[in-house]
Nanobody
């Protein structure tokens, strides 16, 4: 079992930046593919970004490419999501997720095994 705890959310003006952190306890995540998803009110949870284990290859949804950066620090058992040039449409609850085996279907919530409780990000216009 892996416990994931997100932090770093908050209220920011459009154009601002936030860095989300996802700290894992009880077990190392160094061998897991890690992802960030988000869910806005009335919408389904959607994939935002992922980072693989072996090559640390990164993947992003098109709307955040060039603005968001996912990274990992295995020594700290933590994954980050740096969010720059934030827009009101980025407002959502952001969730960290861990995928135990494989690097396929990263865009699917069903593909991930463990989830954090989420952290709210609100971008005002």
């Amino acid at each position: 079992q892996v416990q994931l705890v997100e932090s770093g959310g908050g209220l920011v003006q459009a154009g601002g930046s936030l860095r989300l952190s996802c700290a894992a306890s009880t077990r190392t995540i160094s061998t897991y593919t890690m992802g960030w998803f988000r869910q806005a009110p009335g919408k389904e949870r959607e994939f935002v970004a992922a980072i693989t284990v072996s090559t640390s290859t990164t993947y992003y949804i098109g709307s955040v490419k060039g603005r968001f950066t996912i990274s990992r620090d295995n020594a700290k058992n933590t994954v980050y999501l740096q969010m720059n040039s934030l827009k009101p449409e980025d407002t959502a609850v952001y969730y960290c997720a861990a995928k135990v085996i494989g690097q396929n279907r990263l865009g699917s919530t069903e593909s991930f095994d463990y989830w954090g409780q989420g952290t709210q990000v609100t971008v005002s216009s």
